[in-house]
């Protein structure tokens, strides 16, 4: 029970919702205590769900308070959160976040998910029902982000920082979601305004950003999606099973130099070069497009890493005619260059970006197997650190998503 998890069961047993169960097996520690409000210095040292129970109850001892003094895991998640209705995921780390998500689509619940850090926070509604039906269609964690960020890269509230506030207020909206879905407000809301769509969303908050809220449409399921697809590889029975490693799934990073120091560009560098017209190099954005909508630096070119790694050369496109380019085979469904790429002039450099500076140094060798290099000719290398870099060196205003 930290920053997300106390102001939003505060307003959920406020709002007099039934049952709330309560999972954390983490104890009360001073510096908790400027965010994770329904904590008090009397009870450091005492398991936080019963410390956060303690004083729920003083303000609505009439529902039920259900204590699972331990953490989630891939053994016991399902077990426990199959008789809620609706989950919130109010954690601070992408094993936690991914395990509640695989969890959620396996027993069918809607999942109100968000996360704070320094002064932003986002929040998404995920495996969402539909204002149509009541369906749940819409994306899952994985189907947002289908690739955990590297290890090193992952910071939490304790370690990174938060300001008490950013955390309450995204602790707040998770709880009016939580509460729109209960009540089935979307829908009543959907049928008096025409403006209001079936999409999901992803809004993002910025303490210092003007104006502070931002919503941004997200894609449906994605096809392929390890948890929610039409043939999902995660099921009841990995959960059961204990195979699921998610620690070693958000754990993996991309070896720090696939690229030598000549294919890369420093944040301060590339921001100099995309100043001079002689010198600006064309970007490729190899992020999914769900990402790339949030924030993208300008005049940036789209191709998520997904896509990447389809790319084949011509050769090799066609088992039946190994004579027959990709251009002349109308059955053939591999992903091709965009022309825009293949029509750049002659030496034109290019930059690749992503979040971190992972996927860009694979799709680099990707796109210099393709031939995309002109043989030596072209310099292509990628953004060192990704736009998590790009924040840190070049503009703090950066979405930090």
């Known amino acids: 029970m930290g920053g997300l998890g106390c102001p939003a069961a505060a307003y959920l047993a406020g709002a007099g919702v039934g049952t709330i169960g309560l999972v954390d097996g983490d104890t009360v520690e001073l510096s908790n205590l400027h965010r994770q409000i329904l904590h008090t210095t009397q009870r450091i040292g005492t398991p936080k769900v019963d410390s956060a129970i303690a004083q729920l109850r003083l303000s609505n001892p009439s529902i039920a308070y259900i204590a699972h003094r331990e953490n989630l895991t891939p053994t016991n998640a399902l077990e426990i959160l199959r008789p809620y209705q609706l989950i919130l995921d109010c954690t601070d780390h992408p094993t936690s976040r991914y395990l509640i998500s695989d969890a959620a689509v396996l027993t069918g619940k809607v999942l109100v998910s968000a996360s704070a850090l320094r002064t932003e926070g986002q929040l998404m509604v995920l495996n969402g029902p539909s204002l149509k039906d009541g369906a749940l269609t819409g994306p899952c964690y994985r189907c947002v982000f289908p690739n955990p960020p590297p290890a090193e890269s992952v910071v939490s509230c304790g370690d990174g920082g938060i300001l008490g506030p950013v955390v309450g207020v995204m602790g707040v909206l998770m709880a009016l979601e939580a509460i729109k879905i209960i009540a089935a407000g979307r829908e009543k809301m959907s049928a008096r305004d025409p403006l209001i769509d079936d999409q999901p969303r992803m809004m993002l908050f910025s303490a210092y950003g003007m104006p502070p809220f931002r919503s941004v449409r997200l894609r449906g399921k994605r096809p392929g999606c390890a948890a929610c697809s039409s043939m999902p590889t995660i099921t009841t029975e990995s959960f059961n099973s204990g ?23 420093s944040p301060q560098v ?97 796109f210099k197997d393709l031939g995309l290099d002109e043989k030596g000719k072209r310099w292509l290398g990628d953004l060192k650190g990704g736009l998590y870099a790009w924040k840190r060196d070049v503009d703090p205003e950066w979405p930090d998503y």
């Not at 490693?245 to 720090?256: E, Q, R």
């Not at 998520?304 to 053939?332: F, I, K, M, R």
Request: glycine share 4%; proline share 8%; with cysteine.
């Open 270 to 366: 590339l921001e100099r070069y995309m100043q001079d017209q002689q010198r600006r190099p064309v970007l490729l954005d190899v992020r999914e497009k769900v990402q790339f909508d949030i924030c993208h630096l300008d005049g940036s070119i789209n191709i998520p890493y997904s896509t990447v790694e389809q790319l084949q050369l011509p050769g090799n496109a066609c088992e039946t005619n190994p004579n027959q380019t990709l251009d002349h085979n109308p059955a053939a469904t591999i992903p091709r260059l965009p022309a825009t790429l293949l029509d750049l002039p002659s030496g034109q450099s290019i930059s690749v970006v992503c979040r971190y500076g992972n996927d860009s140094q694979l799709a680099v060798k990707k």
């Open 243 to 265: 195979s699921l490693d998610y620690a070693t799934f958000c754990g993996i990073s991309m070896p720090a130099n696939i690229l030598t120091e000549e294919e890369r560009l």
